[in-house]
């Protein structure tokens, strides 16, 4: 059965300093994967996502994704972070032909420092 | 062009009520999935439907229940009202024709309390 884990569920970082959110998942079949971010009392912004192609997914706002299939890894990197990026994040991954099912991580807490 | 809207934004029920909440997916969109979000938690997906005929249920008891109009627009609606379905509820839209994947499109979510 499909899984998600993200690794870290609180990042404290230190604005301007850089970040590696970890995700990992487990999978028979082939997967997309995705990044959402999500600010407090809002629903979810898709930040980038890995459908095929280049392993190295770019996004909005600066953050970057690698897809590492023999790991099972799908790590969000952002090289200087802001204030404004603190906000929840999660992964998530869709199977196959079934689209419109996001199976979700438990989500990091990406609090960014001045 | 307007995103995915949901309404209520919030909302109070009492145990054993039942509840009905609204999602208007983006315009030319055609799929509309929801997702329950527990505080602290990752969403979990409920349904999907595409063209107002159910594609995929997730793990949840038949007091939750779901259907699609004509316009595309899609209802929730949870039965037997308990605390744990206290939650964000989210409901997302894409051009999903069945061939996925498709991005979803999320609203800004119904907050559900029971007490």
């Known amino acids: 059965a499909q899984s998600v884990t993200q690794l870290d569920s609180q990042v404290p970082v230190f604005e301007e300093a850089p970040v590696e959110l970890r995700c990992n998942y487990s999978?028979?079949?082939?997967?997309?994967l995705f990044w959402y971010v999500q600010y407090p009392n809002q629903g979810l912004q898709l930040l980038l996502k890995?459908?095929?192609?280049?392993?190295l997914v770019k996004g909005i706002n600066g953050f970057e994704a690698e897809f590492n299939k023999s790991q099972t890894s799908f790590h969000l990197r952002k090289p200087s972070v802001h204030i404004s990026d603190t906000a929840e994040y999660f992964c998530?991954?869709?199977?196959?032909?079934?689209?419109?099912?996001?199976?979700f991580g438990q989500g990091t807490e990406l609090s960014v420092k001045p | 062009d307007a995103g995915v809207t949901q309404s209520p934004t919030h909302l109070i029920k009492t145990r054993g009520q039942h509840v009905t909440l609204r999602c208007s997916p983006i315009?030319?969109?055609?799929?509309v999935s929801w997702y329950q979000q527990v505080l602290g938690q990752g969403p979990q997906f409920i349904f999907q439907?595409?063209?107002?005929?159910?594609?995929g249920r997730g793990n949840f008891p038949d007091r939750f229940s779901a259907r699609q109009f004509p316009n595309y627009s899609s209802e929730l609606n949870v039965n037997a009202l308990l605390l744990g379905d206290s939650a964000l509820y989210l409901c997302?839209?894409?051009?999903?024709?069945?061939?996925?994947?498709?991005?979803?499109?999320f609203g800004p979510g119904t907050r559900l309390t029971v007490t």
């Open positions: 997302a839209s894409s051009w999903d024709r069945g061939r996925g994947p498709y991005e979803q499109y």
């Open positions: 999978s028979s079949v082939s997967v997309y």
């Open positions: 890995y459908l095929s192609g280049s392993t």
């Open positions: 998530a991954v869709s199977e196959g032909n079934q689209g419109g099912k996001l199976i």
């Open positions: 315009s030319g969109h055609k799929s």
């Open positions: 439907y595409y063209e107002k005929e159910e594609r």
